[in-house]
């Protein structure tokens, strides 16, 4: 039988499915549930900062009255919520390693530059490990250069490092203009692992009620070729580890994403849609196909894939497209 080991910012995990960042991280009982099932890790619900600012917020509306001009009242409600709130995530992070032996990733999204490495220690210290930094902003602000940017992004990832001992990732938007460049540029201040790609909220407008609504919130199975594309183009160039994450419905797709280099394979939507007993039905697909291709561990995989993909992966680049598809008859 083919072997499902593999390693992902120098952990070992049993297989390369891991539970990308949701809804259903949030709990140490369904957590449980999806390692019963296969799971070789799991990436915690992100802890967001506009959460946490929220919260305080609340509190202030519901505690502040005669309060309302103690400045030592607020930092020490500030500091509370944030204790608070650390703690879950500690306590989530102690059950799920009580009953069960894979990697646990903390995610983080701040848009303070302070917060950042504070929040990383702070999940460091409750037993995370490994730390992924969900760097999930959208530059809607139109007096904000591109550079500036990345200069912001390259300043939050070597303070954290600075700060833990632990790997660290970052997951990443797919809309960088010089997206090959920026992921080599992670790579050489220390990052660990890139996650390609994040997911974002879609609005919608709900024009029968006048509200703004959400989109679509799960990824479909055809959603995967961006990340496919840009771990093929990438593997060969970058020494940090690469993760898959986003529209991974079948084996077949998870099968794609490990031939074309992928360390592990984030799964969501099709855990929503499907429960989590379709983690056995991925992985056995997955291993059906490496059987089929008589591949026997994940390095060989990727040694297959590669000679798929000869000079460094370039029939995933744009430019190809009239080459393959020119011809087509309709």
């Known amino acids: 039988m083919s072997e499902l080991k593999t390693k992902y910012l120098g952990l070992n995990f049993k297989n390369p499915l891991i539970i990308g960042s949701c809804g259903l991280t949030s709990s140490a009982d369904y957590i449980l549930k999806m390692i019963d099932f296969g799971a070789a890790g799991v990436v915690l619900k992100?802890?967001?900062?506009?959460?946490?600012?929220?919260?305080?917020?609340?509190?202030?509306?519901?505690?502040?009255?005669?309060?309302?001009?103690?400045?030592?009242?607020?930092?020490?409600l500030d500091y509370q919520i944030k204790e608070s709130v650390l703690k879950k995530q500690s306590q989530l992070i102690k059950d799920i390693k009580k009953d069960a032996d894979v990697p646990v990733i903390a995610s983080i999204n701040c848009y303070s530059v302070g917060e950042w490495f504070s929040y990383a220690k702070l999940l460091e210290d409750a037993g995370a490990d490994a730390l992924e930094l969900n760097l999930y902003r959208i530059p809607s602000k139109i007096n904000i250069q591109a550079e500036d940017i990345l200069k912001g992004y390259y300043e939050i990832i070597k303070r954290v490092k600075e700060h833990v001992a632990i790997p660290v990732s970052i997951k990443i938007s797919p809309?960088?203009?010089?997206?090959?460049?920026?992921?080599?540029?992670?790579?050489?201040?220390?990052?660990?692992?890139?996650?390609?790609?994040?997911?974002?909220?879609?609005?919608?407008?709900?024009?029968?009620?006048?509200?703004?609504?959400?989109?679509?919130?799960?990824?479909?199975?055809?959603?995967?070729?961006?990340?496919?594309?840009?771990?093929?183009?990438?593997?060969?160039?970058?020494?940090?580890?690469?993760?898959?994450?986003?529209?991974?419905?079948?084996?077949?797709?998870?099968?794609?994403?490990?031939?074309?280099?992928?360390?592990?394979?984030?799964?969501?939507?099709?855990?929503?849609?499907?429960?989590?007993?379709?983690?056995?039905?991925?992985?056995?697909?997955?291993?059906?196909?490496?059987?089929?291709?008589?591949?026997?561990?994940?390095?060989?995989?990727?040694?297959?894939?590669?000679?798929?993909?000869?000079?460094?992966?370039?029939?995933?680049?744009?430019?190809?497209?009239?080459?393959?598809?020119?011809?087509?008859?309709?």
């Open 46 to 76: 992100s802890v967001f900062e506009e959460e946490i600012i929220f919260e305080h917020e609340k509190n202030l509306k519901e505690r502040i009255e005669k309060q309302d001009s103690n400045l030592e009242f607020l930092d020490y």
């Open 175 to 330: 809309y960088f203009t010089d997206i090959g460049n920026v992921v080599a540029q992670f790579d050489m201040i220390g990052v660990n692992g890139i996650v390609m790609f994040n997911r974002y909220y879609n609005p919608d407008i709900d024009i029968e009620n006048n509200r703004i609504a959400s989109g679509p919130v799960y990824s479909g199975p055809n959603d995967y070729g961006d990340s496919l594309r840009w771990i093929g183009l990438l593997k060969d160039q970058v020494t940090c580890d690469l993760s898959a994450s986003g529209g991974v419905h079948s084996a077949d797709t998870m099968f794609k994403m490990i031939l074309a280099g992928a360390n592990s394979v984030q799964v969501v939507s099709a855990i929503y849609k499907n429960g989590p007993g379709y983690i056995r039905d991925l992985l056995s697909g997955v291993q059906k196909w490496m059987e089929k291709k008589d591949l026997k561990n994940i390095d060989e995989v990727h040694k297959y894939g590669r000679e798929l993909l000869p000079n460094h992966g370039e029939v995933f680049e744009r430019a190809q497209f009239m080459k393959y598809f020119g011809q087509h008859e309709q």
